[in-house]
């Protein structure tokens, strides 16, 4: 959970350029309409017992160092926030397509404010830049995708929203540990409870921090004495991000990612990120970028197949698994390179995408799973997340029945499976 996608439709962003929708992301799905009777009676029978938890965490909170004058600001008014709930629980099982993703991602409206946030911010982000070594697209990228440029930093009151989704218990753990972390936040001075507004998540500010990465990595660039990542100077929430992006490695000037061409007869099983060799091993292989030149030396590399051997290709590098620390999907760090490198000047994608082809809903997923290990490719468990086991048990029983061994998860390999 490191920075949340704002997925939402936006108006204007902070230098009066007109803003394109934020991409729609799995964990930001529209929730189904509820009627105002359910609201109401969820209300009434949560607000007693939600009370009644508020007078036990209080507890909890001052063991972690919470003062009670702190805690009694922060929660007045508070009550159980239905809309929260409802948000969090009404999640789709289906995520978009990449190809789908990318095209409000990299929108030529995101392109083109994304140059103006950076022409409108140069002087600071040249300096921030400067300062911490990740270029200035990269950080106005991760803004572009996380609010479109300042233009939707969330209003729901961020106590209120991870008090509520504390109290629910789903992830209880995981958001009371943010309640903890968003009270500490008030405590220092940074923010004032009213003012602490964001996702109904947790997130908050221009690249939409959640509050235990809020206390790690958010900086107070100007030295006034407050990490001010909530107003509409994005200063603080720009550094921030740079800051975050350093500590966890950022090499400047290596790119995220090259778009690549493979050969004929290529052997698709080297694709993934689990194979790692020099841009010049590659190239004796035969990859090549999209213009036929060799992709220079900036380190090991893999190769990306994001929607298999039918889409793009990508050599990933180190910074790509720098960006999976803002957000861990790939569609999410390409979305962030792809905006980053237009922003900078160059051209979109070269590859087209197998648009005709339909994403799996984590139900069939899980059955595709379930069939590849009864099959004799075992997935080691069946959770409906595609990750390095279940992708080499689809390369085997792709290449079990003449199909190119590429691991992707599509639908005709569930298809086949069936």
Do not use: C
Not at 37 to 52: C, E, Y
Not at 143 to 165: K, Q
Not at 202 to 217: C, D, N
Not at 221 to 235: A, L, M, Q, V
Request: charged fraction near 25%.
């Amino acid at each position: 959970m490191r920075g949340f996608l704002a997925a939402v439709a936006v108006l204007f962003s902070v230098s009066n350029v007109v803003a394109s929708p934020a991409p729609e992301y799995s964990v930001y799905p529209k929730p189904r309409p509820a009627t105002g009777a359910m609201v109401l009676t969820q209300a009434q029978t949560s607000n007693a017992a939600f009370a009644r938890w508020i007078d036990q965490f209080r507890g909890r909170a001052r063991a972690a160092g919470i003062r009670d004058s702190v805690f009694n600001a922060s929660f007045q008014g508070i009550r159980y926030n239905t809309s929260v709930i409802q948000k969090d629980r009404n999640q789709s099982e289906f995520t978009k397509q990449i190809w789908d993703y990318l095209d409000s991602a990299v929108s030529d409206t995101r392109v083109r404010n994304g140059r103006a946030a950076l022409r409108d911010n140069r002087r600071t982000l040249a300096e921030i830049e400067a300062r911490y070594g990740v270029e200035a697209e990269v950080v106005t990228a991760v803004w572009g995708l996380e609010s479109a440029y300042g233009a939707f930093r969330g209003d729901t009151p961020i106590i209120e929203a991870l008090a509520t989704l504390a109290f629910d218990g789903r992830r209880g753990r995981f958001f009371e540990q943010q309640l903890i972390a968003a009270l500490k936040i008030i405590q220092s001075g940074d923010v004032r409870p009213r003012d602490m507004r964001g996702s109904w998540a947790g997130a908050m500010g221009h690249t939409q921090f959640i509050p235990t990465s809020y206390l790690s990595y958010a900086q107070d660039f100007r030295g006034d004495g407050r990490r001010d990542i909530w107003s509409d100077d994005p200063t603080d929430a720009l550094a921030s991000t740079a800051g975050y992006l350093k500590a966890f490695g950022w090499t400047k000037g290596q790119p995220w990612g090259v778009e690549v061409r493979l050969p004929r007869g290529f052997d698709y099983r080297q694709t993934g990120e689990r194979t790692k060799k020099s841009p010049t091993q590659w190239a004796s292989l035969g990859v090549r970028d999209v213009n036929g030149a060799r992709v220079p030396d900036y380190g090991r590399a893999s190769i990306l197949l994001p929607a298999g051997a039918h889409g793009a290709a990508f050599m990933i590098f180190d910074n790509f698994h720098v960006i999976e620390r803002y957000n861990a999907a790939d569609a999410y760090v390409i979305g962030v390179g792809l905006l980053s490198g237009q922003i900078a000047g160059g051209g979109p994608l070269k590859a087209s995408w197998p648009r005709d082809d339909r994403n799996l809903a984590s139900r069939e997923k899980q059955e595709m799973q379930r069939l590849l290990t009864r099959k004799g490719f075992s997935t080691q468990g069946v959770d409906g997340i595609i990750g390095p086991n279940t992708i080499a048990a689809i390369r085997k029983f792709q290449a079990s029945v003449g199909m190119i061994p590429d691991g992707y998860a599509s639908y005709e390999v569930l298809r086949r499976l069936r």
